[in-house]
């Protein structure tokens, strides 16, 4: 058994009644397009987001989690302020967060 075992109903029932919705989305968006466009667009462009997004911050996690837990205790319960002076675009993120962070429960 895998992941899907581990999935409650919710999960599935949550996928399940969003598709619909992403599908539209995309149509609408999609309206006009060449198919060239369209592939590009739906598959390339957020994969290739996707893989920067995992390359960046995952290396970044799996650095500070090799420092041992020394370090994960020293930052407490907030960890993206003390990583982003590592990332390149570490002004415009810690603004991006500062702005989200009171909106977040």
């Known amino acids: 058994m ?13 996928t ?6 992403i599908g539209i989305f995309v149509a609408r968006i999609s309206r006009g397009r060449t198919i060239r466009e369209f592939v590009l667009g739906v ?5 290739i987001f996707t893989l920067v997004w ?3 911050f995952g290396w970044s996690a799996m650095e500070i989690d090799g ?7 020293a930052m ?8 982003m002076p590592s ?15 009171p909106r977040l429960p």
Do not use: E, M, N
């Open 2 to 14: 895998g992941w899907q075992g581990s999935w409650t109903v919710f999960y599935w029932a949550w």
């Open 16 to 21: 399940v009644t969003w598709s619909p919705f």
């Open 43 to 47: 598959l390339f462009a957020p994969s």
């Open 54 to 56: 995992f390359a960046v």
């Open 67 to 73: 420092i041992g837990a020394d370090a994960r205790a």
């Open 76 to 83: 407490g319960h907030k960890p993206v302020f003390y990583l």
């Open 87 to 101: 990332v390149k675009a570490s002004l415009l993120l810690c603004s991006l967060f500062s702005k989200i962070s």
